[in-house]
Antibody, heavy 115, light 108 residues
Framework: QVQVVQSGAEVKKPGASLKVSCKTS????????INWVRQAPGQGLDWMGW????????DYAQKFQGRVSISRNTSISTAYMELFSLRPDDSAVYYC????????WGKGTPVIVSA | SSELTQPPSVSVSPGQTVSIPCSGD??????AHWYRQKPGQAPVLVIY???ERPSRIPERFSGSSSGTTVTLTISGVQAEDEADYYC???????????FGGGTKLHVL
């Protein structure tokens, strides 16, 4: 069946970088857009960026411009989200979502940023 | 403006009907989609393109649109519908996504 499996929980130091993977299965990887969304504890959904897996074209939320990068490896149907220069307020659950309307979601990757 | 506004919370009794509005200028130019999120779980798409319902979502969920406001309506609310609901649309382009702040639905 169609699914998205994300990499596991991470603990990072301030200033470090984060890379989360999103492996898709059950459909042709290149036909559905990939979005990354994060959710800080007790807060709402915060869109980070979008990628067309066929072309590799990306679009990022203004608040993350210059600090986030979304990429893919089509040979293994996997998308990646990198976030640089981590701060404690980047502690959140990071979600990968696929589909024309974000209809396929991973379970989320919890990230803690702490000294 | 690239903001979507939702009420922080709404309450409803079981079996009643509840409507959750979402407003913003972007909604006059782009479709809206709705997601339900229960504690500790990933969001689930419940309405797309303002009014369309995924096949796995119960018929009691419906969506409507008028001008710069879209509305999610749940008829015959059940206890299991208690969750956070988020509207989502697009900003300056279709690829630039924006979320509303979310509405917590309390089933009394």
């Amino acid at each position: 069946q169609v699914q998205v499996v994300q990499s596991g929980a991470e603990v990072k130091k301030p200033g470090a970088s984060l890379k989360v993977s999103c492996k898709t299965s059950g459909y042709t990887f290149t036909i559905y857009a990939i979005n990354w969304v994060r959710q800080a504890p007790g807060q709402g959904l915060d869109w980070m960026g979008w990628m067309n897996p066929n072309s590799g074209k990306t679009d990022y939320a203004q608040k993350f411009q210059g600090r986030v990068s979304i990429s893919r490896n089509t040979s293994i149907s996997t998308a990646y989200m990198e976030l640089f220069s981590l701060r404690p307020d980047d502690s959140a659950v990071y979600y990968c979502s696929a589909g024309d309307y974000m209809d396929i979601w991973g379970k989320g990757t919890p990230v803690i940023v702490s000294a | 403006s690239s903001e979507l506004t939702q009420p922080p919370s709404v309450s409803v009794s079981p079996g009643q009907t509840v409507s959750i509005p979402c407003s913003g200028d972007a909604l006059s130019r782009h479709f809206a989609h709705w997601y339900r999120q229960k504690p500790g779980q990933a969001p689930v798409l419940v309405i797309y393109k303002n009014t369309e319902r995924p096949s796995r979502i119960p018929e009691r969920f419906s969506g409507s649109s008028s001008g710069t406001t879209v509305t999610l309506t749940i008829s015959g609310v059940q206890a299991e519908d208690e969750a956070d609901y988020y509207c989502q649309s697009a900003g300056n382009s279709d690829t630039y996504k924006i979320f509303g702040g979310g509405t917590k639905l309390h089933v009394l």
